[in-house]
DNA sequence: TTCCATGTTCCGCA
DNA sequence: TTGCGGAACATGGA
């Protein structure tokens, strides 16, 4: 029994989810899927749903960016692709215990359950085909941590890019998995101000940068993405009002693409 | 009461 | 045509 939701769902998270998910779930048999939101399915049919995964099981799952995909062994390939939006999670549970505020679907596996979880519903759940089919729809770009995020790739990509430095690392297309708390995090640690302009960071700006995001991403991972328990340099621990950065100045906040971003002045240039 | 929130998508403008 | 910024989406907490 163990409760997973409210966190914030970029790579790290999602990547946590997975073990989660992985740890829990797989190869159970599922008995009955229960939906009581059904906007959640983001036009795929309750009975579609339903008819995939009862009966069947979880085989493996897959992590890219912030999606998760789950191979629902059936005979035929199929997977269900599992976003958490903005506060979504997972939850397993045995069977005396109620779900969870704002579960939207559960997956009954006999006596034990795993509720999704989202508050906002920004999230969803919809049956796909082909993982790879989607991130090809969706344009995804490589994920953050994959061996195909390649230097040389993420050095091309953001020459000559007029947008801001912070949009570029979250804009899904151009790598899959940072948002805006990694962002500032993985900016941070760069020494860089997230309203700088992408294609204006020189080599070597853009190759510790790079650096970062290996860096950051890992750590976080490494920590479960529990931003309480991460190192003190981490900016996380210091990201919010009157916040103060561990070089001993003022954390900062402002709209950069849209988003509240957090920095310090004295260390981000 | 008003504002704001960790994600994604769509619309309008340059 | 393409790329960009901002609004919209849905809900609830401060």
Redesign the pocket.
């Known amino acids: 029994m163990y409760l997973n939701w ?5 790579l790290p ?1 999602v990547e946590i989810l997975k073990k989660y998910l992985d740890r829990h779930c797989l190869g159970l048999k599922i008995s009955e899927v229960k939906v009581l ?1 059904r ?1 959640i399915l983001r036009g795929t049919a309750e009975g579609k749903i339903k008819s995939m995964l009862e009966g069947r099981s979880f085989v493996k799952s897959r992590r890219h ?3 998760l995909f789950v191979e629902i062994g059936n005979g035929s390939l199929s997977y269900i692709d599992l ?5 979504g999670g997972l939850a397993f549970f045995g069977k005396e215990d109620p779900p969870p ?2 579960t939207r679907i559960i997956f009954r596996f006999g006596d034990n359950y795993l509720a999704y979880t989202s ?5 969803g759940i919809r049956a796909i085909t082909s993982p790879e089919d989607f991130i090809e729809q ?1 344009q995804l770009g490589p994920d953050a941590l994959s061996p195909a995020f390649t230097r040389e790739y993420f050095l091309n990509v953001i020459a000559g ?4 430095i912070k ?2 690392l ?3 297309q151009i790598v ?1 998995g ?5 962002s500032d995090e993985i900016l941070y640690q760069a020494g860089i101000l997230p309203d700088t302009r ?1 294609g204006l960071l020189d080599k070597k700006q853009s190759q510790d940068l790079y650096e970062k995001i290996e860096h950051v991403l890992k750590t976080a991972v490494r920590y479960d993405a529990d931003g309480e328990s991460f190192p003190r340099y981490f900016l996380l621990r210091h990201r919010h009002k009157s916040g103060n950065c561990p070089c001993g100045g003022k954390v900062t ?1 402002s ?1 950069v ?4 971003s957090y920095f310090c002045p004295a260390c981000q240039k």
């Open positions: 409210g966190v914030m769902p970029e998270d939101e906007r960016g912030k999606h976003h958490f939006g903005m506060d505020e704002y508050r906002r519903m920004l999230g969706k890019k007029k947008t801001s949009a570029a979250m804009d899904q899959a940072i948002g805006n708390v990694y992408a906040s709209k693409a849209g988003r509240t």
